[in-house]
């Protein structure tokens, strides 16, 4: 799967379906998204790792794909993977001393996250004859684990340990929060979620999470459909 002038093509490793990785953002909506534009069928899989934000996002996950039509859509599958061992009182867990707005995005780095993320969805992938996992990674990612040289090395490793060939495809990796909405600005963008300290199921509004959402909605000038609680 490889990414051309905004569309996703197909090879042959496809085909029987692809796992998505999403989690209740707006970059996994447009990802589902681009990903129906294929006519593949779409195994959404969400990674639950017991971190402060999930009851919240996996509401508006369960959400906005109940609002997606099912054809090529299958149900989602929740992986349990409790981090609290490897993480510890990290503030991810304990959802104390968050990121604020003004933090840098290095402040949000999850040790090993992507690591965690693509071996459980590949195995889980293979169990189920599929070989290429998709992610809605963007541009500007600062994070290692996400760049291309990365995501190469470990599908190569993922290969060696599955005994099969393994495709990491991130169709998105050229684009921007805001040219996602502008390119779906009649989507259901206000069922997203993205927030590392909600209160209840809505945006905190003082995250670094919540900040660039702000940005992104006001790079296009559009309205924010986002309900903050401040």
Request: glycine letters at 8%.
């Amino acid at each position: 799967m490889t990414f051309r002038g905004g569309f996703v093509t197909l090879d042959t490793m496809s085909r029987g379906g692809v796992v998505a990785l999403v989690s209740g953002g707006l970059d996994s909506w447009c990802l589902v998204q681009t990903l129906r534009k294929t006519r593949v069928a779409i195994h959404p899989v969400y990674v639950r790792c017991g971190l402060a934000w999930e009851p919240a996002e996996l509401f508006w996950l369960r959400e906005w794909l109940a609002k997606l039509p099912r054809a090529g859509l299958r149900a989602l599958k929740v992986l349990h993977v409790p981090v609290h061992g490897l993480y510890g009182r990290h503030w991810s867990v304990t959802g104390r001393d968050v990121p604020a707005s003004d933090s840098r995005d290095a402040a949000v780095y999850l040790p090993g996250r992507n690591v965690l993320l693509l071996a459980h969805a590949a195995v889980y992938g293979i169990q189920q004859g599929l070989s290429t996992i998709a992610l809605g990674t963007l541009a500007g990612n600062p994070f290692q684990d996400a760049a291309p040289e990365f995501l190469h090395s470990f599908a190569a490793c993922l290969k060696q340990a599955l005994s099969r060939p393994v495709r990491i495809a991130t169709p998105l990796r050229r684009l921007t929060k805001a040219r996602l909405i502008a390119a779906w600005p009649k989507g259901p963008l206000h069922l997203t979620f993205s927030c590392l300290s909600p209160s209840g199921n809505r945006h905190c509004g003082r995250c670094n999470k919540c900040a660039a959402r702000r940005r992104a909605f006001q790079d296009v000038a559009g309205p924010d459909p986002t309900r903050y609680a401040e």
